[in-house]
């Protein structure tokens, strides 16, 4: 099991992900917040401005780097120079975990800007085991994987995706960051009971979890939710959220507004919910130790 060589690890309180438009509101200032998350792909730069405010963010702030361009479910070889890339990242920064999504961006050298579904099928899981694998070789850290939304379910599906992503988390050695939103819209989108589904979730192999707000589509004459990261938590997340908190105890959670993001008062604000959120179960699991995974 790879593990962190700098022993760096995230608070067990919320984080937000970090924003340009914020940099002003949170550098050198008093600390707000328990840690923030980067895309390391917007700082895969030679030097630069971009650079700079990360080294500063860093200096205060313990960091997760949330990978989404790697393709990890994609069944192909992964780019040998976007993993330079983040290798490079992660020896310079020293991030308190490293995380990437299920799923895939790039086929045949073909980039897409996107995060599309990797079939949950026993061919699939070997190679996503195999990648993930290969990150944890190359940066030298355990690494995270994302549950992933679904719009609808594939006709090739052959393994329950709970069963899938324990899998491959058990073979490779890698932890689960659990999207407690993901959970709730696939719920919704495809008719299954999104609180079985949480209380089967290992909590040992839990090393972060993520919340954010979704929308419904406009343009479907069906209800379909959309995770679009752009509305505060929805009630029955936080519901949800509770109730796997108060199973495996308080774990670092991010909070994701990506899109219309919102100042940094409202942001911190729903940071705070969440940590009220945390705070009552601090003290129940504070014997316990759970994963800590990656970095």
């Avoid at 899938?164 to 719920?187: H, M, P, W």
Wanted: charged share 20%; glycine share 8%; aromatic share 6%.
């Amino acid at each position: 099991m790879v593990s962190n060589p700098h022993g760096a690890r995230l608070p067990d309180r919320a984080g937000v992900g970090f924003k340009g438009a914020h940099a002003d509101d949170v550098i050198g200032k008093p600390k707000q917040v328990g840690w923030f998350e980067i895309h390391p792909e917007n700082y895969m730069v030679s030097g630069g401005p971009r650079l700079a405010v990360l080294e500063a963010l860093r200096a205060d702030y313990p960091i997760s780097m949330h990978g989404v361009g790697l393709s990890l479910g994609g069944g192909q070889r992964l780019d040998p120079h976007h993993l330079a890339d983040l290798k490079r990242l992660v020896d310079r920064f020293e991030p308190a975990m490293l995380s990437e999504h299920i799923a895939w961006s790039s086929h045949d050298g073909l980039y897409m800007a996107d995060l599309l579904p990797t079939p949950m099928t026993q061919i699939s899981l070997d190679q996503l085991v195999e990648a993930i694998d290969e990150v944890q070789t190359v940066t030298g850290c355990k690494i995270l994987i994302e549950n992933p939304t679904s719009y609808l379910a594939l006709p090739q599906n052959s393994i329950p995706e709970i069963d899938f992503i324990t899998e491959a988390a058990r073979r490779s050695g890698c932890g689960l960051l659990i999207d407690v939103n993901n959970i709730y819209i696939s719920a919704c989108n495809l008719g299954f009971d999104a609180s079985d589904y949480v209380d089967a979730i290992p909590g040992d192999l839990i090393g972060e979890i993520h919340l954010a707000g979704h929308e419904a589509d406009a343009n479907s004459n069906e209800k379909v939710l959309i995770d679009t990261h752009s509305r505060p938590v929805a009630d029955p997340v936080w519901d949800l959220f509770d109730r796997l908190i108060a199973r495996i105890g308080a774990r670092p959670t991010l909070i994701e507004w990506d899109n219309d993001v919102p100042d940094w008062a409202t942001l911190r604000a729903e940071a705070a919910l969440a940590d009220l959120h945390l705070e009552g179960h601090l003290a129940r699991f504070s014997g316990a130790d759970p994963v800590r995974a990656a970095s």
